[in-house]
């Protein structure tokens, strides 16, 4: 019903102006920005995050909306001209293609929602959203805001659920474009499914984790290795699909900058996220914890500890909290996939060795993010 909906709604919505389109969304930013206050409440309680996290993120979606608005109208209201011969005007012109799908994460349960939303409003095209299945809450209250805003309520449908919901919007004969931020795994699932659908292709934008790392070298600042490294490996919990992952260390320093970095995990608070002081909340869930005392285990059994952070008998006892830790590891070709947490693995380099790390990197064959820290041009080069 919901896709019927929305398909119906397509047309009127495409030929709202890109101007009218833009004004909508910015109304959506006014009220994103007025209503702060309850967002961050809804987000930490909903998702774990902390009070300073959650604050980023409502500011994250007040920044999609405004920009895909300003995009709206620079490249939607007018036709592009285009270069051509002397005496022929060639111009293009963009239009939504009909009712998009968007499926988003629950690590970033309002900035990538509304991103993926506003993006394909101000594109003209209708939207159907499944967000995560265990903040369902915060993207109903977004959806609020965009329809109050002025958004038709046949143009945006919000369908909460686990994956048999998203899986049934992507097979739908009806579903002109995907917009999807989530694992590998399940992004592969998508592009097959539309892979075999008859008629047009349908386009896929997916962002998806990685095996992100940061190549540190004996040049480094330590002290600002140290804070860039415990900021990327731990804030939201280690639950960014751009947190740092696997950490190279030059073996120069090796010694010196771990042992800082134990220093620096002592100093983590880790509670509830209600509390301002807390610098780490929980990992979202149970499940999401079990993997990760998994993978521990799995690394007790051949890496070497660094330092694993202390969680009171309450935390472990009253919610799924899960302690930050690093290790020592040899080689990255260790990790098989993605762990979504806050586990750190250290590897060491000698001099001489990096392009055999960066070819290391590239052989995991996905990431998202890459750290450099030199004070040397030619090596960040």
């Known amino acids: 019903e919901a896709m019927a ?8 919505w495409e030929e709202t102006s890109a101007v009218e389109r833009a004004a909508i969304l910015d109304r959506a930013a006014d009220m994103l920005q007025h209503r702060l206050p309850e967002l961050v409440a809804l987000i930490v309680r909903e998702g774990g995050r902390t009070q300073g996290d959650a604050v980023s993120e409502v500011r994250e979606a007040i920044d999609f909306c405004r920009y895909y608005a300003a995009q709206a109208r620079e490249k939607f209201a007018e036709p592009i001209l285009l270069p051509g011969p002397t005496g022929e005007r060639n111009t293009l012109s963009l239009h939504g293609r009909g009712v998009f799908v968007c499926i988003s994460p629950w690590n970033f349960p309002l900035a990538i929602f509304v991103g993926q939303v506003a993006a394909a409003l101000a594109a003209g095209n209708t939207v159907v959203a499944k967000p995560a299945e265990q903040t369902p809450l915060i993207a109903a209250l977004a959806v609020r805001f965009l329809h109050a805003a002025g958004v038709p309520a046949d143009a945006l449908a919000l369908l909460p659920g686990g994956g048999r919901i998203g899986a049934a919007l992507v097979a739908d004969p009806r579903c002109a474009g995907v917009a999807f931020t989530g694992s590998t795994e399940v992004a592969r699932m ?11 292709i349908v386009p896929l934008i997916a962002e998806t984790g990685g095996q992100n790392a940061m190549i540190v070298d004996s040049s480094a600042l330590s002290e600002q290795v140290v804070r860039d490294v415990v900021a990327s490996a731990f804030n939201s919990a280690g639950q960014r699909c751009s947190a740092l992952r696997v ?4 073996e120069d320093i090796a010694d010196k900058v771990s042992m800082m970095l134990c220093g620096a995990m002592q100093t983590l608070r880790i509670g509830n996220p209600t509390d301002i002081r807390t610098d780490v909340g929980p990992v979202i869930d149970d499940d999401a914890r079990y993997m990760l005392e998994r993978h521990s285990r799995k690394l007790d059994s051949f890496a070497a500890p660094i330092y694993t952070c202390v969680l009171d008998d309450e935390l ?25 947490g806050p586990i750190l693995h250290v590897v060491r380099w000698r001099s001489g060795e990096l392009d055999a790390v960066c070819d290391a990197i590239a052989a995991t064959g996905f990431g998202l993010t890459l750290g450099i820290h030199s004070r040397i041009d030619e090596t960040v080069g």
């Not at 929305?6 to 009127?12: K, L, T």
Request: proline share 6%; net charge negative; hydrophobic share 45%.
């Open 316 to 340: 472990t006892e009253n919610g799924s909290f899960f302690a930050p830790r690093a290790y020592e590891i040899d080689d990255i070709s260790r990790l098989e996939h993605e762990v979504f």
């Open 190 to 200: 998508i592009a097959q499914t539309l892979a075999t659908k008859p008629g047009p």
């Open 5 to 12: 909906r929305a398909a119906a709604a397509f047309r009127g």
């Open 247 to 250: 950490l190279f260390l030059q």
